[in-house]
């Protein structure tokens, strides 16, 4: 029998919320399983789901949680995939209801919003605050590939865009205000509490629960997309003249074809350069339907050589094209996608899993050689992959931009079994050995298959950050099973 996606995973949830490993007749366990949106590899049974709306009812969530002596965890918009969001029997704070602009400051260009809010109401409400020509503020960067992100999320992993020279999100964070282990609210910029804003921004919710943030907003000004066909041998030299023009985004997304002589090393280069107010915006871009998109990832799956070609042409034909600089970073993605795509391609379930691996610039052409060959050499199916510039961060505690690498991104299958994710995990271990012998690193976000010595190669702070926490955290409220897998791996081993 041909088991679906959906019967797969309602079995296993069935199996083991009952202790023996029996459907029948078992009492359900108490709890709620929750799971991360993207991987669906981070299933967590926790106490319960608390939705919080406001201020007054995070800090209430927190007393009781004190009183209860249980831990919290805290979800967004549930898209990290290292177990971030989720404790295991903790109290999940849910934070979608937190969605509110509070406060737009048109002179200042910064606006507060609590921290539940994601990209697209978050856009979408910038443009009813102001006046048509007071409409010139807009976010600055957010992530590519999806949209329904939180700005709380994006704090705690202190993420970035694809600007050209953009630094990590911390640099367009005016302030925020954070809720203690004992509920109690406090401030946090880069004149007080400086040291818990270094610890919490890329601090993954461990330094206390968010309840808003004040953003430092962007000019918002239209842009033309500019693509162009590149190797990897002329990506660098590219990145910079496009910068000396005044393009402000860019990316390259590669070939994925691992049969072709271009596998990683040809791929869309496509930037976004400033133009003047006038400009006419077309009624109607070319773009992808989802029906378009979902055709793509099939045959990202099921037809590597074929991919390329079809996306690249697309892309090509939409140089010239112009956006705003806010929705151009808007993207399509649909949630769960990957069932459909498994009862189309008729094989065993799976998900994608992504990682960023961080090499200094001179190194990325001899990085990509060693990546190509062995991606190829150990059959990993690459679905999806981009590079992009990052500059360093000078003010996170838990910097991962420790210097102004380029970030090589890859969005792997793998299959939902017991082999295909040891696979998974090898493929993102070998790649960050890659990374750390050419003195570079990689995102802690995606996943925590990295060894003790990896992590310590590549965030030698690592120990002191737990310490801190529990410095700030003594009764270890606020909690995830990230937290406990490196508090076992550090401070327990
Ligand atoms: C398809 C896809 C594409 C992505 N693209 C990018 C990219 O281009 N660039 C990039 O940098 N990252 C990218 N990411 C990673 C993503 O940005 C991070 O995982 C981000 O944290 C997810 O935000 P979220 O709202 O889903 O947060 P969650 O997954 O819900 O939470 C993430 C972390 O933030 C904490 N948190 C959330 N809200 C609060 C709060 N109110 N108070 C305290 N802590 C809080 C959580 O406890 C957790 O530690 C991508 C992920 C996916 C799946």
Same mark, same amino acid.
């Given at each position: 029998?041909?088991?679906?996606?959906?019967?797969?995973?309602?079995?296993a949830?069935?199996?083991?919320?009952?202790?023996?490993? %029996?459907?029948?007749?078992?009492?359900?366990?108490?709890?709620?399983?929750?799971?991360d949106?993207h991987?669906?590899?981070?299933?967590?049974?926790?106490?319960?789901?608390?939705?919080?709306?406001s201020?007054?009812?995070?800090?209430?969530t927190?007393?009781?949680?004190?009183? !209860?002596?249980?831990a919290?965890?805290?979800?967004?918009g549930?898209? @990290?995939?290292?177990?971030?969001?989720?404790?295991?029997?903790?109290?999940?704070?849910?934070?979608?209801?937190? /969605?509110?602009?509070?406060?737009?400051?048109?002179?200042?260009?910064?606006?507060?919003? !609590?921290?539940?809010?994601?990209?697209?109401?978050?856009?979408?409400?910038?443009?009813? $605050? #102001?006046?048509?020509? @007071?409409?010139?503020?807009?976010?600055?960067?957010?992530?590519?590939?999806? /949209?329904?992100? &939180?700005i709380?999320?994006?704090?705690?992993?202190?993420?970035?865009?694809?600007?050209?020279?953009?630094?990590?999100?911390? *640099?367009?964070?005016? #302030? +925020?205000?954070?809720?203690?282990?004992?509920?109690?609210?406090?401030?946090?910029?880069?004149?007080?509490?400086t040291? %818990?804003?270094?610890?919490?921004v890329?601090?993954?919710?461990? +330094?206390?629960?968010?309840?808003?943030?004040?953003?430092?907003? @962007?000019?918002?000004?239209?842009?033309?997309?500019v693509?162009?066909?590149?190797?990897?041998?002329?990506?660098?030299?590219?990145?910079?003249?496009?910068? *000396?023009?005044? +393009?402000?985004?860019?990316?390259?997304?590669?070939?994925?074809?691992?049969?072709?002589? /271009?596998?990683?090393?040809?791929?869309?280069?496509s %930037?976004?350069?400033?133009?003047?107010?006038?400009?006419?915006?077309?009624?109607? $871009?070319?773009?992808?339907?989802?029906?378009?998109?979902?055709?793509?990832?099939?045959? *990202? $799956? @099921?037809?590597?050589s074929?991919?390329?070609?079809?996306?690249?042409?697309?892309?090509?034909?939409? &140089?010239?094209?112009?956006?705003?600089?806010?929705?151009?970073?808007?993207?399509?993605?649909?949630?769960?996608?990957?069932?459909?795509?498994?009862?189309?391609?008729?094989?065993?379930?799976?998900?994608?899993?992504?990682?960023?691996?961080?090499?200094?610039?001179?190194?990325?052409?001899?990085?990509?050689?060693?990546?190509?060959?062995?991606l190829?050499?150990?059959?990993?199916?690459?679905?999806?992959?981009?590079?992009?510039?990052?500059?360093? /961060?000078?003010?996170t505690?838990?910097?991962?931009?420790?210097?102004?690498? *380029?970030?090589?991104?890859?969005?792997?299958?793998?299959?939902?079994?017991?082999?295909?994710?040891?696979?998974?995990?090898?493929?993102f271990?070998?790649?960050?050995?890659?990374?750390?012998?050419?003195?570079?690193?990689?995102?802690?976000?995606?996943?925590?298959?990295?060894s003790?010595?990896?992590?310590?190669?590549?965030?030698?702070q690592?120990?002191?950050?737990?310490?801190?926490?529990?410095?700030?955290?003594?009764?270890?409220r606020?909690?995830?099973?990230?937290?406990? $897998?490196?508090?076992?791996?550090?401070?327990?081993g």
């Amino acid at each position: 029998m041909n088991m679906t996606r959906r019967s797969f995973l309602k079995a296993a949830s069935l199996l083991s919320l009952s202790p023996a490993g %029996c459907m029948a007749m078992a009492e359900p366990a108490p709890g709620e399983w929750v799971n991360d949106v993207h991987s669906q590899l981070n299933r967590t049974r926790v106490n319960r789901i608390v939705p919080v709306d406001s201020l007054d009812a995070l800090r209430r969530t927190i007393k009781n949680a004190q009183q !209860e002596r249980r831990a919290i965890s805290i979800a967004g918009g549930r898209h @990290a995939m290292g177990g971030q969001q989720f404790a295991a029997d903790s109290i999940l704070v849910d934070t979608t209801k937190l /969605d509110r602009i509070l406060n737009f400051d048109p002179k200042a260009g910064t606006v507060e919003v !609590e921290s539940g809010i994601q990209w697209p109401k978050l856009i979408a409400d910038l443009g009813e $605050h #102001s006046s048509p020509e @007071a409409r010139s503020w807009g976010i600055g960067q957010k992530q590519t590939g999806a /949209d329904r992100l &939180s700005i709380g999320g994006a704090l705690g992993a202190n993420i970035h865009g694809r600007g050209l020279r953009m630094k990590p999100f911390v *640099a367009d964070i005016g #302030s +925020f205000v954070v809720l203690d282990a004992e509920g109690n609210a406090h401030t946090c910029d880069r004149q007080q509490n400086t040291e %818990c804003f270094r610890l919490a921004v890329g601090g993954y919710g461990l +330094f206390g629960a968010i309840y808003s943030v004040k953003l430092r907003l @962007a000019p918002r000004q239209k842009v033309r997309r500019v693509v162009e066909i590149k190797t990897i041998d002329e990506l660098l030299p590219s990145f910079e003249r496009r910068i *000396a023009d005044g +393009f402000l985004y860019g990316d390259f997304q590669y070939d994925i074809d691992e049969k072709s002589e /271009d596998f990683l090393r040809r791929g869309v280069f496509s %930037c976004y350069q400033p133009v003047a107010p006038d400009t006419p915006e077309p009624s109607e $871009h070319k773009k992808l339907t989802s029906e378009n998109w979902a055709n793509l990832l099939y045959l *990202a $799956h @099921a037809d590597r050589s074929r991919v390329f070609d079809e996306y690249s042409r697309y892309y090509v034909s939409t &140089s010239g094209q112009v956006y705003w600089s806010d929705t151009h970073q808007l993207s399509n993605y649909t949630d769960g996608y990957h069932l459909a795509l498994d009862q189309r391609l008729d094989r065993k379930p799976g998900t994608e899993m992504i990682t960023e691996i961080y090499v200094p610039r001179e190194k990325l052409i001899d990085f990509i050689a060693e990546a190509r060959n062995d991606l190829r050499r150990t059959n990993v199916e690459v679905i999806y992959g981009t590079i992009r510039l990052i500059q360093k /961060d000078d003010e996170t505690f838990l910097a991962w931009a420790k210097q102004s690498y *380029a970030c090589v991104i890859f969005n792997l299958h793998v299959e939902h079994t017991q082999a295909g994710v040891d696979h998974s995990a090898a493929t993102f271990r070998r790649l960050i050995d890659m990374a750390i012998r050419r003195g570079g690193s990689y995102y802690l976000t995606y996943h925590r298959h990295a060894s003790r010595e990896q992590v310590l190669a590549c965030y030698p702070q690592f120990p002191e950050f737990l310490r801190l926490k529990q410095k700030y955290d003594p009764e270890e409220r606020f909690q995830s099973d990230w937290y406990r $897998h490196y508090r076992d791996m550090f401070l327990n081993g």
